[in-house]
């Protein structure tokens, strides 16, 4: 069964950066749209930031004008670039793509000092 494998999250202090990473483990035929989630302790899952195969983007309000997906070279693959993160922003991960099915990430953990 095709997941997607994420990388890059890790522990950052308030202000920093980090780059999310995201792709499949084997083929998918369709890719409608890719995107993150989030989910904080104690907190209902988030959407974060979605892209859709026409590279129209959609964010959360708590993270515009701070993250940034992007679609990479390679088929299937999506970053999120998340700069100046704050404490808030500490969550663990998921990445997802929306195909003839939904897909999904084992999640990858951020964590943001204060």
């Known amino acids: 069964q095709v997941q997607l494998v994420e990388s890059g999250g890790g522990l950052v202090q308030a202000g920093g950066s980090l780059r999310l990473s995201c792709a499949p483990s084997?083929?998918?035929?369709?890719?409608?749209?890719m995107g993150w989630y989030r989910q904080a302790p104690g907190k209902q899952r988030e959407l974060v930031a979605t892209i859709t195969s026409g590279g129209t983007t959609t964010y959360a309000n708590s993270v515009k004008g701070r993250f940034t997906i992007s679609r990479g070279n390679a088929k299937n693959t999506v970053y999120l670039q998340m700069n100046s993160l704050k404490p808030e922003d500490t969550a663990v991960y998921y990445c997802y793509l929306l195909g003839t099915g939904v897909y999904w990430g084992q999640g990858t953990q951020v964590t943001v000092s204060s």
């Open positions: 084997g083929s998918i035929g369709s890719n409608n749209a």
